[in-house]
T-cell receptor, first 110, second 114 residues
Framework: KNQVEQSPQSLIILEGKNCTLQ??????????LRWYKQDTGRGPVSLTI?????NTKSNGRYTATLDADTKQSSLHITASQLSDSASYIC?????????FGAGTRLAVHP | EPEVTQTPSHQVTQMGQEVILRCVPI?????FYWYRQILGQKVEFLVS????????KSEIFDDQFSVERPDGSNFTLKIRSTKLEDSAMYFC????????????FGPGTRLTVT
């Protein structure tokens, strides 16, 4: 069954600290993996898209990694800001649709 | 920057009533999608639409649901006879292409069925 699992479910960090969010997937065939940021009550916003051949991709303070052999991805957030408080969703594109994880809810405290 | 827009932002309806959720995708995009997110749960794919027809749909998208692109700009989701369990946030998305292309999501319509 195609699944995307994320950990932790929720995370609290202090402003300025770094954090890493994890994603494991069992989607086949695999096309690409995306990380989205979703603010409460809003639509998801794309952070990165990674294909099979890409190991690392950065977008400002966000760095995503992908290990296609172990089917794992991570999202590292550097020097967190209060505005980083949101849900971060790992999404895998299979044959012809996106499969969403449940997200990690990140709270950044001052 | 172009964006996907959705109306209304919140819709309250009674069980059994028909609702139409509206979306205006980004103007040069060719692929259109509907997703839903029940409160506290993950986002779920409903349907994708290309070249004026459904290209893929999930098991959630049963006969109660339909989509239409009535003109060159709007993309609609109709629920014929709403049920309590249809209460959710409905997101429209669009993309310029498939596969590696980014999908841009609208702000969502919160549907409440009473």
């Amino acid at each position: 069954k195609n699944q995307v699992e994320q950990s932790p479910q929720s995370l609290i960090i202090l402003e300025g600290k770094n954090c890493t969010l994890q994603c494991n997937y069992t989607v086949s065939p695999f096309s690409n993996l995306r990380w989205y940021k979703q603010d409460t009550g809003r639509g998801p916003v794309s952070l990165t898209i990674m294909t099979f051949s890409e190991n690392t991709k950065s977008n400002g303070r966000y760095t995503a990694t992908l290990d296609a052999d172990t089917k794992q991805s991570s999202l590292h957030i550097t020097a967190s800001q209060l505005s980083d408080s949101a849900s971060y969703i790992c999404v895998v594109r299979g044959y012809n649709k996106l499969i969403f994880g449940a997200g990690t809810r990140l709270a950044v405290h001052p | 920057e172009p964006e996907v827009t959705q109306t209304p932002s919140h819709q309250v309806t009674q069980m059994g009533q028909e609702v139409i959720l509206r979306c205006v995708p980004i103007s040069n995009h060719l692929y259109f999608y509907w997703y839903r997110q029940i409160l506290g749960q993950k986002v779920e794919f409903l349907v994708s639409f290309y070249n004026n027809e459904i290209s893929e749909k999930s098991e959630i998208f049963d006969d109660q649901f339909s989509v239409e692109r009535p003109d060159g700009s709007n993309f609609t989701l109709k629920i014929r006879s709403t049920k309590l369990e249809d209460s959710a946030m409905y997101f429209c998305a669009s993309s310029a292409g498939q596969n590696i292309h980014e999908q841009y999501f609208g702000p969502g319509t919160r549907l409440t069925v009473t």
